[in-house]
């Protein structure tokens, strides 16, 4: 079941990023995608194996969706909302985006707990609430970075 429903989530956010109309370039979506999977990998790691907050579960099926969740959802949704972020017009509007996204990771979250993914030790939801708005504003400062640079360098070229 569990598998199921990451798999299905993951096709409906991929498929919401590839209707959506793209504000950001192919190289800074991307880039995007490839340093948010790799903080999210090592923060599922750290947390995970390392620490030992969270308690993966060992069931195969189960363990695919987590990967789903871990190495799919979280990077492209995150491309999501930096597309509709640049494409919002108010401070409100940005607000909204960022507020939808951490939600649907927060439900995500709950889901995982619930389908017995994850089981939590000495973590909670609280944490993983700050991680979200987080992972968010680097993706966004990240993307303004790749923005300033490749402004530079076509002022110099």
Known sequence: ????????????IVSIFTIIPKRLTLIE?????LTTS???INWTWIINEELKYVKITEDPANYAGFLFFRSVIIPTLLMVQLNLYSASSSTIKK???IAASVICLLLLT????????STYKDWNLGFDTVY????HFF????????RKFTHIEVKHS
Do not use: C, E, P, Q
């Not at 079941?1 to 409906?12: D, G």
């Not at 979506?29 to 995608?33: D, K, R």
């Not at 709950?110 to 993914?117: E, F, G, M, T």
């Open 1 to 12: 079941m569990a598998f199921t429903v990451f798999f299905v989530s993951a096709w409906l």
């Open 95 to 97: 607000g909204l985006v």
């Open 139 to 146: 993706s966004i400062g990240v993307w303004k970075i790749i």
């Open 29 to 33: 979506n991307t880039f995007i995608f």
């Open 110 to 117: 709950i889901s995982s707990r619930v389908l017995d993914i």
């Open 38 to 40: 790799v903080i999210s």
């Open 132 to 135: 979200y708005v987080f992972l």
